[in-house]
């Protein structure tokens, strides 16, 4: 008699620690716009399959594209001028040093009038003003490039998210159709990580404390994987179960059923 309450005491247990978990892929991401606009292309044709750097939706960019080669063009142009603004101000800082030397020559002298002395401290004046303008002008200058620059990066970024690219991802559905206006936050398209795979088990109290410790068996077969991930939070929706998530190698068919047990040994 204590023998088979025995077994059945360890079937119980060994029971317990059996789960099921579908695998899946180690993320699937969903895409949402970041940008308003109307979609022009939507290839479904690349459902199923690993994405490149080919663009698999586009969004209507031509504005941005005329908008980014203007702002460009400008950057050239304004750049010129301040080079040129600044061989001027070499030029003028010359003849500005020349003209307060000068002015200090004839200042003292008594056979200078007091009209020539004026006009040549209006002149040393008027330069200096030209000078100090010429500045001015380049550091307002400098201003509009880093305000165009900026300009530029936001159209840059807008380009980028209007052409959504998600290279070495399976493409898992599209959620548009060319021809559909989006705007902000509007879902895209959802894309997978298959690089490897993920199984979430939800384990029982008694589980819990020494998940990362044992020993996995996945549909009867000792594996060298570990709990990866473990929740000592109740699980809302498991009432009284824990989340716990494996991380294993990529299989060649996602979403099967597998049988996961967890042993002392």
């Known amino acids: ?27 699937l991401r969903e895409i949402s716009s970041n940008i308003s606009g109307l979609v022009v292309y939507a290839d479904e044709n690349l459902i199923g399959k690993r ?10 960019s031509e504005i941005d594209q005329k908008d980014l080669k203007s702002v460009k063009e400008k950057l050239v142009y304004i750049k010129s ?5 600044e061989a001027v101000l070499v030029n003028l800082e010359e003849s500005l040093s020349k003209k307060r030397e000068n002015y200090k020559k004839i200042e ?21 003003n030209l000078y100090l303008s010429t500045r001015k002008e380049i550091q307002n200058l400098k201003i509009e490039i ?6 530029e990066a936001q159209l840059e970024r807008n380009i980028s998210d209007k052409n959504l690219t998600a290279q070495n991802f399976i493409l898992y559905e599209i959620l548009v159709k060319a021809g559909q206006v989006v705007g902000v936050a509007t879902p895209l398209a959802k894309v997978a990580d298959d690089s490897k795979a993920l199984l979430t088990i939800y384990l029982d109290e008694q589980d819990v404390l020494n998940a990362k410790k044992s020993t996995l068996y996945i549909d009867g077969e000792k594996s060298p994987y570990k709990i990866s991930r473990l929740l000592n939070i109740a699980d809302s929706k498991n009432i009284s179960k824990y989340m716990a998530q494996i991380i294993i190698e990529s299989p060649k068919l996602f979403s099967k059923l597998v049988k996961v ?3 002392d040994e």
């Open 51 to 60: 994405l490149a750097d080919k663009p698999y939706i586009k969004i209507d």
């Open 108 to 128: 003292p002298l008594k056979v200078k009038s007091s009209v020539e002395k004026d006009r040549e401290f209006y002149d040393l004046i008027t330069s200096e």
């Open 261 to 263: 047990e967890l042993k």
């Open 146 to 151: 880093s305000n165009l620059k900026l300009r």
């Open 1 to 27: 008699m204590k023998i088979f309450i025995s077994i059945f005491f360890i079937i119980t247990i060994s029971y317990a620690k059996v789960y099921y978990a579908k695998v899946e892929p180690f993320e």
């Open 81 to 85: 001028i301040i080079e040129m603004n």
